[in-house]
């Protein structure tokens, strides 16, 4: 099946507002586009609708947090990771306070909204911070675990999610374990470490060229040592991502290879410096070589 | 309201003030010395604090927006009872007392403040929370006139408008002087009564270093019910040193010994 990760995000947090009376949710006018509607009409009295002013939002979510609340606060992802991002530093991270920042509409696959909405350097941004944990799932199943980990995960964290539909990676009887990275197929010689709706195409494209695929949905803390095994174990490693060359997943990977003495090259498929443009998600993704085809391609040469 | 009372806590912390600033030699002098009679009113008067109950948060709760106006929180808290940290260690390394207040470091900061604006929208989360747990309590946030240059406060001043959250106050603090002179010449926020009486907010005046006047000013709070308060608390920076008092040099430098001596002779006694 295919189905949305924002999707899943509002059918999770609905859930979760309801167990949970110290979740309080907030958005910034875009509750029907984040799914947080869903959580509205779940328990309206905790859910706020901050207006058209992502860094208030985020503000108020500090404060709620400071007041013991777990807050869920959510935006797309170039506003809630890129203009706020100030905010989520010195009032959410810095203070180390209870907030899931749970950005949707994130990378290429928003689509016809083009370049200004298209975040491709939100993972950089909140990779840098302290005290800030990432994690980019993959399909709807992925996403509601993260959803419910975060929950329970004191302190800050950011949870990217996309606008399109994407295929279901696992099904509803997974055992998660963000702690550590998912091997998902094993293969002989390339090793494609990938997050967020890359993992689908990097599972198709393993297929063709006998690739180990490993989904890295918790990008910080990353799983550092089954990362150096991996790249031990191949000759070959690819970072496959929906989102900048510069801070993303190649960085990450790059980051733990240059500490030790492993040889393996790490190649990346992402977002070569450069912004997107407006177009069917299909199609852009295509053109910025978000695709299996492009990973064989970059994989054979 | 025993005032001389208040007065002398206020001589106190102001003395504590210069003493940090100049052993530090650095930080922020003529804002917090500004500050220091609405803080002592707040802390000594207005709010449910003390040091018993400075650890927990179902309590009238500050938030000093304008942070890098530490040294008046970190002495009031002194003052207080509430903290005992070395006040001579600030803005030296390994110490709590850093540049801008740190929540996680000194018992009784509510937030973690420094960068503009953020500390008000940080109370009205606070004051969102307090409405959600039907608590009574209050919120307070101290804002610095060229603070509210910063769109982030007038953000928080529309939430706190729209959700008439009436256990909220904003107090600015009108001094007139940001870091690069007079805020009518740099970029004039004002009227800010006028803003704040737009955005849905009670607004009342009060001389910020008049005891009395203050003490109308938080009368007034307590009476509105429908919507928050904004307190346009009109001080003079530098308050209490001569050679400081509404000079804009000061707004982040350290006095040199015989200038710390001349402040300490100016601070020895109630007026």
């Known amino acids: ?301 | 309201m025993d005032v001389n009372g208040l007065k002398q806590h206020a001589l106190n912390i102001r003395r504590n003030i210069v003493t940090q600033v100049y052993t530090a030699q650095s930080g922020h002098p003529g804002g917090s010395l500004g500050c220091a009679d609405i803080l002592t009113y707040l802390y000594f008067e207005e709010m449910d604090v003390n040091k018993d109950n400075a650890g927990s948060a179902s309590r009238d709760r500050f938030v000093l927006s304008k942070g890098h106006t530490s040294p008046a929180l970190y002495a009031t808290l002194y003052e207080a009872g509430i903290i005992n940290e070395d006040l001579k260690s600030f803005r030296q390394l390994g110490s709590n007392l850093q540049g801008h207040p740190n929540m996680n470091y000194v018992k009784g900061v509510d937030m973690s403040t420094g960068s503009l604006g953020q500390g008000i929208s940080t109370a009205v989360g606070m004051a969102l929370a307090n409405r959600l747990d039907a608590n009574g309590k209050r919120v307070y946030a101290l804002v610095g006139d060229g603070e509210s240059e910063e769109g982030l406060v007038w953000e928080a001043m529309m939430a706190a408008g729209h959700y008439k959250l009436a256990d909220f106050c904003v107090i600015f603090d009108l001094n007139h002087l940001q870091i690069d002179g007079n805020i009518e010449d740099v970029m004039n926020p004002t009227p800010l009564d006028k803003k704040a009486e737009a955005f849905g907010f009670n607004v009342v005046e009060c001389d910020g270093n008049d005891f009395e006047s203050i003490a109308k000013a938080f009368d007034a709070f307590h009476k509105e019910k429908e919507k928050p308060t904004a307190i346009i608390a009109h001080t003079a920076k530098g308050k209490g040193v001569s050679f400081m008092e509404n000079n804009y040099a000061w707004h982040g430098s350290a006095p040199n010994e015989e200038q710390y001596n001349q402040a300490m002779e100016d601070l020895k006694e109630v007026k």
């Open chain 1, 1 to 301: 099946m295919a189905q949305e990760t924002r999707n899943a995000y509002g059918e999770e947090l609905a859930k979760l507002i309801v167990e949970n009376k110290d979740i309080v949710v907030l958005d910034a006018d875009l509750t029907k586009s984040t799914k947080t509607i869903e959580a509205k009409k779940a328990c309206p009295e905790r859910h706020f609708n901050a207006g058209i002013a992502e860094c208030n939002m985020m503000g108020m979510a500090a404060g709620l947090a400071a007041s013991g609340k777990t807050v869920f606060a959510s935006s797309f992802a170039v506003f809630a990771a890129g203009r706020a991002f100030e905010i989520i530093r010195n009032s959410i991270c810095y203070p180390h306070l209870n907030v899931k920042v749970c950005a949707t509409h994130a990378g290429l696959a928003v689509g016809e909204d083009g370049a200004s909405h298209q975040a491709i350097e939100d993972v950089s941004l909140m990779r840098t911070l302290p005290n800030m944990r990432v994690f980019v799932p993959c399909d709807q199943y992925e996403t509601k675990a993260v959803i419910d980990y975060v929950a329970k995960t004191e302190g800050p964290c950011y949870v990217r999610m996309g606008r399109g539909k994407v295929e279901d990676v696992y099904d509803e009887n997974k055992k998660f374990d963000f702690t550590k990275v998912d091997v998902i197929r094993k293969g002989k010689d390339v090793v494609l470490f990938a997050m967020g709706l890359m993992v689908q195409e990097a599972l198709k494209a393993a297929e063709e060229i006998d690739a180990t695929v490993v989904n890295v949905c918790s990008v910080k803390p990353i799983d550092e040592e089954s990362i150096k095994e991996l790249l031990a174990s191949h000759k070959e490693a690819y970072t496959c991502e929906e989102h900048s060359v510069i801070g993303g997943l190649f960085s990450a990977v790059s980051e733990i290879k240059a500490k030790t003495s492993i040889t393996t090259p790490v190649t990346p498929i992402a977002v070569m410096d450069t912004f997107g443009e407006s177009g069917k998600m299909k199609d852009v993704l295509k053109k910025y070589g978000m695709t299996a085809e492009h990973i064989i391609e970059v994989v054979k040469k």
